[in-house]
């Protein structure tokens, strides 16, 4: 199983906060391409998270005042997003952080805001997200090819 | 009359051999060699001259300097006369293995050992009907089988002189010290470098023992050295002592190797297939099996496709052989391949382990491992939540919403542009017309206003 070309178009639009755009291809998958975009979704989150800490000297600190301005946007997102789960899911990335004592619900809850947010602080124009997108879903089908 | 005159220079004087050597073959001093089947030498000269050379060839052999703890040549012990008449005491330079040096080579065969007086040979005189012989004989110590007539420039025929005819009066002195006193002032522990240890103690006699089979003795003289102290039974002891080290040295190393596992193997494999073409090794080092591995690994080598487990092919054409074993190591799969090639006496060994799919060299900090570490088990679970969550991101961070609910995000994330109030939500005609109709009217009103001010005022 791989990450399919509908699977990636409505990652894309998730991405643009295009929910509609989302809703109306994600109508279309099958249940294996939903879990391909489950993986996508995680492979992109390690590589949006490698991307903007990874450099960092101290992305410890960076990656705390990330997820305060995140979940300052709203009571939505400040509700959703619980910032020790956050901090230790970035952290997983970009060091030897330990998340297995997460639930894989919890974490993907917290993968799609935070990924967002990433995407839209980096102010990636299109070719970037391709590119990045392109990335995760080769990393994702590496996950796939192993189960 | 004139062996006996050499016989008794030579007894009394050491150096009267070497005189004799020296002397020009002119000089009328005649040597006459017979042996023990009582031929005589035609020509003393000839025997002189590969006297002569091949007391120079030892002086050449000898010249780096001997080993501590080794004895020169020339500086025999004066002991080993007799123990040459005992078959037991043999020195030969080491550092020519392969030739025989002067030494007292000839085997105490015939002759009872541990007898000091047959030490002269006197007991073969049944042998030797010329009694001049014995002067000969006397010098030879024991070797008159060893000169032969018809070989007589062989040096491993050549009889003990450097024993019998020591160099320098203090030996001789020692040597008939050591005779009266009937023991041997050095013990002298023989080690073969070229015959394999388990023929040692038969091809070296031991003291008083008598050899019988003259080729395999020779050999073992020929390939022996005067080393360390001990006597014989200390020679066979050491020898059964140092197989036994052996031994335990192999059982540990295969013990070691069994723990090691493969993890020996590839080392040594990694340490360079160049290496392994000079070396062969045995696929079964690497092999599971735990049969034994070390002892035996260059003779496992030497038989290809003698493992117990993998595959063999044979190309015909090219005479290469190769086989192919799979082992694991610490649950990793690792090809194995060991190439013979016909043109080569030696073996290849490669290790391949295959890589993952994707796998990309790493950066240097791990952090392409990092990204690629898998932070979830159930991809599906990730797609719902993202679902689930997928309203209170559009809220929060979606497009800002148009019309009258248009308001300013403090984050200006919105990618939302502000319209004009056009469409369904932007307001109907009626509602243009009314607002038309509220300003016209407001506009009248106020106009009306100010006609009623402007009559107020002229009244």
Redesign the interface.
Known sequence: MKVSDRAVSSMRA?L??D?AE??RL?SELS?EE??????L??AA???MA?RSF?GSSDAKSEIVEFVS?LRS??D??A??LDPNVSQR?LL?????ED?DDIR??????H???LL??MV?DAKLDDADLDAMLSEAR??A??????D | MALDKVADDHRDRPESLDAAESSPPDSGRAVVSVDRQGHNRSSAREYLAALQAQRKEIRQRDQPGPEPGREKPDQADPSASRDAAQGGRRRVDQSAPAVPSDVDQAPPKKRPPADAADSSGRGDTSERPDPGADAQDRRTASGGDSIGAERPARPEDRPAQATARPDRQDQSEAAEADAHHGSSPTSRRVTDRRVPPTEQPTATSTRGEQVADKDRYDAAVTATTVAEPGSPPDRQRDSDANRQEDQRDQTAERAAMKRAGIQQDKQAADRGDSAADSRPRDVRQASPDPAPQGADRSQKATQPGSGTDGSRTADSTTGRRVREADVKDAGRRVLLTVTKDASSPSFIVTIDQPK???SKPDDGGG?VE??????????????????????????????RPTGVRSEV???S?A?AHDVPPVGPHSGSATTALLAVGVTALTVFERIRESIQKRRSEKE
């Open positions: 998730y643009r906060v929910m989302y809703r994600g249940a939903r879990d391909a975009r489950g993986a979704i995680a989150f390690s590589v490698d990874s301005a946007r709203g939505e997102m509700t959703l899911l997983a990335v970009v060091s030897d998340v894989d619900e919890t974490k993907g809850e993968f799609a805001p967002v947010g839209v080769e990393i089908d590496g996950w796939l090819a192993e | 993952p799919p994707d952090r990092r990204v690629r570490r898998r932070l979830v088990r159930d991809f599906g679970k990730v797609d719902d939540a993202a679902t689930r969550v997928e309203q209170a991101i559009e809220k929060t961070m979606g497009p995000r403090a984050d994330t990618t």
